[in-house]
């Protein structure tokens, strides 16, 4: 069975509960980028092992989190909790065409320290798995002196032979300015096997606006896959075998984006862990992520999802 694991953040997520910004009741929930993720590959994947690295408290939010992971049969052997620190926050709201706006409360989040909690115990156990998912937004979060840390652990588990897959996942608020941003992504692209850009980070980050232009400032580090996503103009892989456009259909009732990105890697990395071919995993990976954001929320109510991964996917697993 292969094993998955995933380094990040969980938060504690609120959302208005009508479609009106102007709405006193919210509804709470937990997401991240990273951790969609690893939801949805486990929902489409369950016979992958899929766990989630990252910190949490000792609060009752964190510890209704835990139990989320579990219910969501995610393994919670790298979930540390800290003494002093709780989960972040963030409140999201959307506009009448599904793109969201974000405000965040997370500067002093359990997560930040993460590095903190991990020994070579821990880097020696990640080590036995077969992948390694980390994302821009990863990188941001960890505070800036743990960073030599983390990088010293992935440097390890490339050594050790595990598949090293990042998105850049660019958010210019978490960074103290673009130059330290591209020197970490800098690190990443050196190390990584597989990478996920979005065009769209690539603009604000480098002020590259097609995928072409990300394919050529990409290719100098010779991924193994490269999978560029641009929404509705396409994905571009590009493989050491193979490039090609996979054109998207287009979703008419876009309710919410938030996990538009994160259920693509989920499912496209889910799909490759099993020896799916690239373009079937891209095809795989593009329908659930036009199922999922044709619901609110950054995680599909499990039934929902469950029934669109027998009636769409199952066949192809």
């Known amino acids: 069975m292969k094993n998955i694991s995933l380094f ?23 997401a991240g980028d990273v951790f969609n993720t690893a939801v949805y590959l486990k929902r489409t ?14 609060d009752s939010f964190s510890q209704d989190m835990i139990q989320y992971f579990k219910d969501e049969h ?20 959307l ?25 070579s115990n821990t880097v020696n156990a990640l080590s036995q798995g077969d992948m390694f998912f980390f994302s821009g937004i990863s990188l941001a979060v960890i505070e800036p002196s743990a960073r030599a840390d983390f990088w010293f652990m992935v440097e390890k588990l490339k050594t050790a032979g595990v598949c090293i897959v990042f ?21 990443a692209f050196l190390l990584a096997h597989i990478a996920l ?28 896959e490269l999978i560029i996503k641009n929404g509705e103009a396409g994905i571009f892989c590009y493989t050491k075998t193979e490039q090609f456009k996979f054109n998207i259909t287009p979703v008419d009732n876009v309710v919410d984006t938030t996990s538009a990105g994160d259920s693509f890697n989920g499912v496209y ?20 992520a036009g199922f999922v954001i044709q619901h609110k929320g950054a995680i599909v109510e499990s039934a929902a999802y469950r029934q669109f991964v027998e009636e769409q996917l199952v066949n192809k697993k």
Not at 9 to 28: D, F, R
Not at 74 to 93: C, E, H, R, W
Not at 95 to 119: C, K, L, N, P
């Open 269 to 288: 990395l889910g799909a490759r862990s099993k020896n799916v071919n690239v373009s079937e995993a891209i095809e795989l990976a593009s329908k659930a």
């Open 74 to 93: 995610i393994g919670t052997n790298f979930v540390f909790q800290s003494d002093t620190k709780i989960p972040g926050l963030y409140a999201i709201q």
């Open 45 to 58: 994947f369950s016979d992958v092992n899929v766990h989630l690295v990252t910190a949490v408290g000792k």
């Open 167 to 187: 998105d850049p996942n660019y958010r210019a608020r978490m960074w103290d300015n673009p130059a330290q941003a591209k020197e970490q992504f800098e690190k």
């Open 95 to 119: 506009d009448d065409v599904g793109e969201r706006s974000f405000t965040y409360w997370r500067s002093d989040s359990a997560a930040r320290q993460v590095m903190q909690h991990i020994d």
């Open 8 to 30: 990040g953040e969980c938060m504690i997520e609120l959302m208005t509960a009508s479609q009106y910004p102007s709405s006193n009741t919210l509804k709470q929930s937990f």
């Open 197 to 224: 850009p979005g065009v769209d980070d690539f603009q604000q980050l480098y002020s590259i606006s097609t995928s072409e232009g990300v394919y050529e400032f990409c290719k100098p580090y010779q991924f193994d």
